[in-house]
């Protein structure tokens, strides 16, 4: 099992920045991949970004260039770093895990005014 703690999420300007950070506990050496996924309102959850553990990064097209995921394995925890935000980054952000079934954090709200 593990458990998934996101924070970081808010209110921000189009262009502006935000990091989002994801906490895990339980059976962190088990995990072979972290990363965000989003939801917004109407739509699918879609991958943000994810990262194994041997370092492999994947990026959603939308945000390559933008957004950058990073993980610090001593901490448990994942970064995700936006910037240049756009107004259709407003969603929910939910931080991801895998062992061999996939586990979710409770989500975090991101919202991007024009």
């Known amino acids: 099992q593990v458990q998934l703690v996101e924070s970081g999420g808010g209110f921000v300007q189009a262009g502006g920045s935000l990091r989002l950070s994801c906490v895990a506990s339980?059976?962190?050496?088990?995990?072979?991949?972290m990363g965000w996924y989003r939801q917004a309102p109407g739509k699918q959850r879609e991958l943000v970004a994810t990262?194994?553990?041997?370092?492999?990064?994947v990026y959603a097209d939308s945000v390559k260039g933008r957004f950058t995921i990073s993980r610090d394995k001593a901490k448990n925890t994942v970064y995700l770093q936006m910037n240049s935000l756009k107004p259709e980054d407003t969603a929910v952000y939910y931080c991801?895990?895998?062992?061999?079934?996939?586990?979710w954090g409770q989500g975090t709200q991101v919202t991007v005014s024009s």
């Open positions: 991801y895990a895998r062992i061999y079934s996939p586990y």
């Open positions: 339980g059976s962190t050496s088990r995990i072979n991949r």
């Open positions: 990262v194994t553990s041997s370092d492999s990064l």
